[in-house]
């Protein structure tokens, strides 16, 4: 019988979310790892019992989590991260030269084939391997080392990589993103790295079309169609058809295209959801009303999606990894708050219930079709 | 043996409860006391002390015997009560916030 299960991450622990393929009623497991900050948990598409979760705080650091039942048992793994070599500088906030400082894993990527392989997103911005489960990891430091590295400088949130996607044709190819550095594409398994940010165009930093210091917050890529990407950019909607060679944008008659979430649905790889936000002052939707907006033309035009979202003094927050998608015929979408809430929509976004809404603030949302 | 008393979120991750009783080889310092905790609970690595530099993370405080040992050289000796484990060896998460 078909089960789906999300995998919430949030400010104070983790909660898996489950139910039948109706998806009308949800049990609540949580919290893992109470009291602990859970950027991210996920799962292997070749083994979904196996789950892997960042879980870490200010006062004891981070720690990596595995699970071979489906979150029923964890087990600590590896949480040495220690950069490859010199570690080097970045740019400060103030334009002065910082040394490269490891705080935290925001996203945990599982291999598309071995599910003792998964990839690591950090602040600062390196990303790491591990092929034994996580019981070790290794940096793929040829990104560390692009030659704009020095030019890289944290966003507000700091400079993490939070974007990983694996190419499901090609597996040498991988994407990330990090703010505020931009997108990079790798062709050689994270060897050697391109900046893919031709296109873009962002009016607050020095030279708006620069090759690097764009403040990428999201990538979605529909495994059909792994060279077209859509992008949540800090403002602006975009999108690439030739594997991030080029942008456009396509922000369309979005009320406003500031945000941090973009997904693609399962089914149909010219339908992209995003939350519209304020501003990147204000981080809360427009007009205090909670809409999801899904364009069915890869972009453009948009419709806003409001049929159970409220549509009244609603200031939350819905955060870059905090949007998943459901693979059942009729597709499910799923999003988290800062308030604390899980929405979930069965009929790709149609209508919308909250299946548990008053959680601490979500930072990610992943989701599982199970057998 | 030297006992630890670790804070609760640490017991979780360790699957401990309770105090440590461990034995310390050589003179008890901070240093070897908390080499000890890390041989028989590797997954406490990294959240004592950074990987990388062995300092005491910042919002991580020792006590032992009514004092503040956060500051004292990691290679002091602790008070004999503590190496002779009449006074527990407390790691505390500091109390922090807004």
Not at chain 1, 87 to 106: M, N, S
Not at chain 1, 229 to 251: C, I, N, P, T, Y
Not at chain 2, 5 to 15: C, M, S, W, Y
Request: hydrophobic share 35%; glycine share 12%; aromatic share 8%.
């Amino acid at each position: 019988m078909t089960k789906v299960r999300v995998l919430v991450g949030t400010r104070k622990g983790a909660f898996i979310l489950t139910s039948d393929g109706k998806r009308a009623k949800w049990d609540v497991d949580g919290p893992h790892f109470g009291g602990w900050e859970i950027y991210h948990l996920k799962g292997s598409r070749v083994n979904p019992d196996r789950l892997y979760a960042s879980q870490c705080s200010g006062w004891f650091g981070q720690v990596i989590q595995r699970s071979d039942d489906g979150g029923r048992k964890w087990e600590p793994v590896g949480n040495a991260f220690t950069y490859d070599g010199t570690a080097g500088t970045h740019q400060w906030y103030d334009g002065t030269a910082h040394p490269w400082e490891f705080k935290r894993v925001w996203h945990l990527e599982p291999s598309l084939s071995d599910p003792d392989a998964v990839y690591a997103g950090v602040e600062d911005a390196a990303l790491f391997r591990s092929g034994d489960g996580g019981r070790t990891w290794a940096e793929l430091s040829g990104l560390r080392r692009h030659g704009s590295g020095p030019r890289w400088q944290p966003g507000a949130g700091g400079m993490c990589l939070h974007t990983i996607i694996l190419d499901p044709v090609n597996p040498r190819r991988i994407f990330i993103a990090i703010s505020a550095a931009g997108a990079f594409r790798s062709d050689d398994a994270g060897e050697t790295w391109l900046p893919i940010n031709r296109g873009l165009r962002s009016e607050h930093i020095p030279d708006p079309t620069a090759d690097v210091g764009h403040c990428v917050h999201r990538i979605a890529m529909h495994p059909s169609r792994p060279n077209v990407l859509f992008m949540q950019k800090h403002w602006d909607v975009m999108r690439s058809d030739d594997a991030g060679g080029s942008w456009r944008e396509v922000s369309g008659n979005l009320p406003s295209d500031f945000g941090f979430p973009i997904e693609v649905h399962a089914h149909e790889p010219e339908t992209i959801y995003v939350v519209p936000i304020k501003s990147d002052s204000e981080h809360y939707p427009p007009d205090g009303k909670l809409r999801v907006y899904r364009s069915r033309t890869g972009g453009g035009d948009w419709e806003a999606l409001t049929a159970g979202l409220p549509q009244r003094d609603c200031y939350v927050n819905v955060l870059r990894d905090a949007m998943a998608v459901d693979s059942l015929e009729s597709c499910g979408v799923y999003f988290g708050t800062t308030g604390g809430q899980v929405y979930a929509s069965a009929d790709g976004g149609d209508t919308w219930a909250a299946i548990v809404r008053d959680l601490p603030a979500v930072l990610s949302v992943e989701v599982q079709t199970l057998a | 043996m030297i006992r630890v008393v670790l804070p609760a979120h640490l017991r979780n991750l360790a699957g401990v409860e309770g105090t440590l009783a461990l034995e310390v080889q050589g003179p008890a310092t901070q240093r070897s006391v908390l080499d000890a905790v890390e041989a028989s609970y590797p997954m406490l690595c990294g959240t004592i002390r950074d990987r990388g530099t062995r300092k005491r993370r910042a919002f991580v405080r020792f006590f032992a015997c009514g004092r503040d040992m956060s500051h004292e050289p990691e290679d002091a000796p602790l008070p004999d009560a503590v190496a002779a484990g009449r006074e527990p060896f407390l790691i505390v998460g500091a109390i922090a916030g807004g």
